[in-house]
Nanobody
């Protein structure tokens, strides 16, 4: 059983930064592409960023390019999302997800999902 636990969410002013962390249980973390998604109130779940199994390839939705950085540490079973220059529209519940096929993450598909962490950006 694979379990994903996110942390690092909170309340931040516009222009500020947060770093989200997702720890994955199990011994096969390095076999999974990893992704971050978000869901704002009244909206559907949106792909934010993805990273390949080795960390050599990353993907971002256009609205976060240049502001967010996804990374992973396979020795610690952890994927991170560094969020800088946060905007009001970044407010959402952020989820991490894992899938053997990173391309599925781009379609908001994944085998495993975390429970989410709330990010609120205030003016």
């Amino acid at each position: 059983q694979v379990q994903l636990v996110e942390s690092g969410g909170g309340l931040v002013q516009a222009g500020g930064s947060l770093r989200l962390s997702c720890v994955v249980s199990g011994r096969t973390f390095s076999s999974y592409g990893m992704g971050w998604f978000r869901q704002a109130p009244g909206k559907g779940r949106e792909f934010v960023a993805g990273i390949s199994q080795s960390g050599g390839t990353t993907y971002y939705t256009d609205s976060v390019k240049g502001r967010f950085t996804i990374s992973r540490d396979n020795a610690k079973n952890t994927v991170l999302l560094q969020m800088n220059s946060l905007k009001l529209e970044d407010t959402a519940v952020y989820y991490c997800a894992a899938d053997y096929e990173p391309s599925r993450l781009l379609k908001s598909q994944a085998d495993y999902w975390g429970q989410g962490t709330q990010v609120t950006v205030s003016s």
